[in-house]
């Protein structure tokens, strides 16, 4: 048996970016746990949410079975790529709906994945969460969604503040994505400019370099991920 060269946990393991995630850490000899509401079959350990529960029953539950995982052991890294997309302005008759939604897939997951890295990231360790390059303006066709990702920026800066909460040295950063290639995005949207869509291992590797404190941003970021020609660029909001 390798002996485990770092620790992460994926938020949203289950899922397209965070499936990448799971397996470019896996690959690296890493111990990867997941958190989610499927399992990851290809993670060492997964933390099961249960959507039905409210916001502090998700991190009751989810703090006790990481802390039954972890044991005594810090983390190197706790990434957080869980989160949605729904449509609407103020109009629409799902409105409040949607905004209920995106709250609960961004913020909820964000806040929570904050609260382990206070707990149990090394320090020097970094946390990286999911906001959208989209929600740096205004959002009319997608209000809940900008509004919840506009959150996820606030929730950076404010972690990333000295007295924040976090472990000395720690980096806190999220990434602003325009469109991910992933296959649902590749079966509803079949006649798209793909070149334009960022590789999820593209992410995952960008992760990667931070764990190894390489190419690590200023802490705080909000990093723009814009993709043309199949080229993408890493752009500080």
């Avoid at 060269?5 to 896996?26: D, I, M, S």
């Avoid at 997941?34 to 703090?63: T, Y």
């Avoid at 976090?166 to 950063?173: C, G």
Wanted: charged share 20%; with cysteine; aromatic share 8%.
């Amino acid at each position: 048996m390798a002996a485990v060269l770092g620790r992460v946990f994926v938020y949203g393991g289950k899922g397209a970016l965070g499936t990448a995630c799971v397996n470019t850490f896996k690959s690296k000899n890493w111990w990867v746990g997941s958190i989610d509401m499927k399992q990851n079959e290809s993670a060492d350990a997964n933390v099961l949410v249960n959507v039905e529960s409210d916001w502090l029953e998700q991190e009751n539950s989810i703090l006790t079975q990481v802390k039954e995982i972890l044991g005594d052991n810090k983390l190197d890294g706790v990434i957080c790529v869980a989160g949605g997309w729904a449509g609407g302005n103020a109009a629409n008759k799902d409105f409040v709906k949607n905004s209920d939604l995106m709250w609960k897939q961004s913020v909820w997951s964000s806040v929570i994945a904050a609260k382990i890295a206070s707990e149990y990231l090394k320090d020097g360790g970094f946390l990286s969460l999911t906001g959208a390059k989209a929600a740096l303006e205004g959002t009319p066709g997608m209000i809940g969604y900008g509004m919840a990702k506009a959150a996820v920026h606030q929730l950076t800066k404010s972690l990333a503040t000295e007295g924040s909460g976090l472990p000395a040295d720690s980096l806190v950063a999220s990434i602003l994505p325009i469109t991910l290639d992933t296959p649902m995005n590749r079966k509803w949207m079949p006649k798209a400019d793909t070149t334009t869509w960022t590789p999820l291992e593209f992410i995952s590797e960008l992760f990667w370099k931070w764990s190894q404190k390489q190419e690590r941003p200023v802490n705080g970021s909000l990093l723009q991920l814009v993709t043309k020609d199949n080229k993408t660029e890493v752009i500080p909001a």
